[in-house]
């Protein structure tokens, strides 16, 4: 048995209860992992309000990515062992002891990496990854607002922009944590910095 949070009906946060399951069993193609640390999203809060756009029947274990230990294979497994370090991206379920992840959606753990960062990769680098070149298709030299720059998504999509030389304009909200944040993730030379406060109203800073 394997200790899980579970969401036994839709609610806030406050409403979920650690309960005890099964443990999982990996089917063909999947692997079950120790989980070490869990990744939380916004998805991961609306899903248990029952407002996320893919309504998960109750009862069900949140969380959709993790990194840890891997503790079993599945048949027709090919690329990864028991004992082997990964990141995984779940369909629910990674707020547990342990977890399935389909092998497809399970990568190495980098070196360099520890199980708290790994676990927050898959949804932000993902995400980002999937609006700036699948969805927009940036092209060089072209420049992209990212709203929200404070938040897990933002930070990689300026991360990623900042990388490629190009141009980028960030925003966020609050004068002070956030703020603080975007100063933090650096910026290349034709990077814009937007700061809203209730007080000063919006700033713009070219650097």
């Known amino acids: 048995m394997m200790r899980a949070l579970v969401c036994n009906e839709y609610g806030p946060p406050e409403s979920l209860a650690i309960e005890e399951w099964d443990d999982p069993v990996p089917g063909e193609g999947e692997l079950v992992i120790d989980v070490a640390a869990a990744g939380i999203n916004f998805p991961d809060v609306l899903s248990i309000a029952g407002k996320y756009q893919v309504k998960t029947p109750t009862p069900f274990i949140p969380g959709n990515e993790a990194a840890g230990i891997v503790s079993a294979v599945g048949e027709g497994v090919k690329h990864y062992s028991v004992g082997d370090k990964v990141i995984v991206a779940t369909r629910g379920e990674a ?60 930070i990689t999509a300026v991360g990623r922009r ?21 100063r933090e993730i650096g910026g290349c030379g034709r990077t814009r910095e937007l700061f809203r406060s209730a007080a000063q109203g919006d700033r713009q800073r070219t650097h």
């Open 95 to 154: 707020f547990a002891e342990k977890c399935v992840s389909a092998e497809l959606t399970t990568i190495p753990l980098p070196a360099g990496l520890d199980f708290e960062q790994g676990a927050g990769f898959s949804v932000t680098y993902g995400t980002s990854y999937h609006a700036l070149k699948q969805s927009a298709n940036l092209q060089p030299g072209e420049t992209v607002l990212v709203l929200g720059a404070a938040g897990g998504v933002g």
């Open 162 to 182: 900042d990388r490629q030389g190009d141009g980028c304009a960030r925003h966020c909200s609050g004068e002070h944590r956030g703020k603080t944040r975007v």
